[in-house]
């Protein structure tokens, strides 16, 4: 099956560093990702959605200049939080939509847990 | 805008046993896409379950099986023969083509041995 991959895994960085995580489809090119955040016990909340080559459309409340998306490539999309602060401190989970598939197929990837101290 | 609720916000089951899981959700949608995803502690979101509005007739997937009434905009989640593995989050979602999916709230669904 079709398989996303989030690096890192996991990441414990300082307030006021930027940090950067990515998500690939490996088997599949990806025409669309989904960002997502979800905290502890509770649901997840969709960030942005991130179209290769254009800008990444934000949902209301997230801030587009904290969270810079980039969906360089049909395989690859960046989330990079910029100025991190421990409110920023969640579970982020990318999800895939194939270009040729039915709008079914997301494939999620296994998630990045940030901290920021 | 698309809503889902989970009312259950957690549930228990005894090993071997029936359980089912609730799911309403808003919309004014006539074609769209309803899923059952579990979340185990590791986080990895896994597809339980999915069903096509069109379809009528409910999707099975081994044990698992939903009710779905579209009229009623009730999607419900049966596990049949409970078993330990199956402890996890369960959330509802919602999506229309092409775009994001609309989670639920979850249901934490305990088993008891």
């Known amino acids: 099956g079709a398989v996303v991959s989030q690096h890192p895994s996991r990441v414990i960085c300082k307030s006021g560093t930027s940090v950067k995580i990515e998500c690939r489809s490996l088997?599949?090119?990806?025409?669309?990702m989904f960002w997502y955040r979800q905290f502890p016990k509770q649901s997840l909340m969709l960030m942005a959605t991130?179209?290769?080559?254009?800008?990444?459309?934000?949902e209301q409340g997230v801030e587009k200049d904290k969270f810079l998306i980039n969906h360089a490539s049909l395989t690859l999309s960046t989330l990079t939080v910029t100025s991190a602060h421990p409110e920023d401190s969640s579970f982020y989970i990318c999800?895939?939509?194939?270009?040729?598939?039915?709008?079914?197929?997301?494939?999620f990837g296994p998630g990045t847990r940030l901290l920021v101290l | 805008a698309q809503t889902v609720t989970q009312s259950q916000p957690e549930m228990s089951v005894q090993e071997a046993e029936t359980v089912t899981l609730s799911c309403t959700y808003d919309?004014?949608?006539?074609?769209?896409?309803l899923f059952w995803y579990k979340q185990p502690p590791s986080r990895q979101m896994i597809l339980v379950i999915r069903?096509?509005?069109?379809?009528?007739q409910n999707a099975t997937e081994n044990r698992f099986s939903v009710n779905f009434q579209k009229a009623a905009k009730s999607f419900s989640l049966k596990i049949s023969d409970s078993q330990l593995g199956d402890a996890a989050m369960y959330f509802c979602?919602?999506?229309?083509?092409?775009?994001?999916?609309?989670f639920g709230p979850g249901t934490r669904l305990s088993v008891l041995p």
């Open positions: 088997d599949f090119q990806a025409t669309t």
């Open positions: 979602a919602y999506v229309l083509w092409g775009q994001n999916f609309v």
């Open positions: 999800s895939a939509l194939p270009g040729l598939a039915g709008v079914e197929t997301q494939y």
């Open positions: 069903q096509e509005a069109y379809k009528q």
């Open positions: 919309t004014s949608e006539s074609d769209y896409y």
């Open positions: 991130s179209n290769e080559g254009s800008k990444a459309t934000y």
